[in-house]
């Protein structure tokens, strides 16, 4: 097992992680991962899958629980189709919305001193991201042979258990913790 205790995710600390584990003698077959910048380049040799919960909070944020905006709670609606179609079937819904939409999200709103702005800039946040990781939300379908998981829900839940197994002794110090973290990863 190869893990590191970090401040913050960034590509460098997945290259490094991914050579470890290389050196070791695994061959990276594909990569789950949440989303970061830079992380998708590490693994550019392999499939990725973007993990499709980690999409769905990413939507949510932008586009709250419930949206204000009719086109915001269609987008909604079709991104709870994510986890249960396949890529084709998605991709015709989120095309069909975009299509719909268009016009409405290149409206503009104009301050007294003329510099303008996006009027629905969340909602156009929700499009572009589906956009960028829509080529990798249904890597796993592609790949049947690999079993890729679409979901990081397995490591997420390793980490959850531990987290709560430190939680019970607040008390502890960060090497402490780290200490217990790595006895546990041991076993």
């Known amino acids: ?8 995710e960034t590509a460098l600390i997945y290259k ?3 050579n470890n584990i290389e050196r070791r003698g695994f ?5 789950v991962i949440d989303g970061r910048k830079g992380i998708r380049e590490v693994f550019s040799d392999v499939p990725v899958q973007m993990c ?9 944020r ?3 629980m419930n949206p204000r905006l009719e086109a915001g709670r269609e987008l909604r ?4 189709y994510l986890c249960n179609v396949n890529r084709s079937e998605f991709e015709l819904l989120f095309v069909q919305w975009c299509n719909k939409w268009d016009e409405f999200l290149k409206e503009r709103t104009y301050n007294i001193d003329g510099k303008w702005h996006y009027t629905h800039r969340r909602l156009r946040s929700a499009r572009r991201s589906l956009m960028t990781n829509l080529p990798y939300l249904f890597t796993y379908q592609d790949y049947p042979e690999l079993e890729i998981p679409n979901t990081t829900n397995y490591a997420e839940s390793v980490h959850s258990r531990i987290k709560e197994l430190l939680r019970v002794h607040r ?8 200490k217990i973290t790595k006895e546990i990863l041991s076993k």
Not at 1 to 8: N, P, Q, R, V
């Open 62 to 64: 932008y586009l709250t």
């Open 1 to 8: 097992m190869t893990y590191a205790f970090i401040e913050s």
């Open 171 to 178: 008390g502890f110090n960060s090497e402490l913790k780290q």
């Open 77 to 80: 609606t079709i991104s709870k």
């Open 27 to 31: 061959t990276v077959l594909a990569a």
């Open 16 to 18: 490094t992680l991914r």
């Open 52 to 60: 499709q919960y980690h999409q769905l909070m990413i939507l949510r």
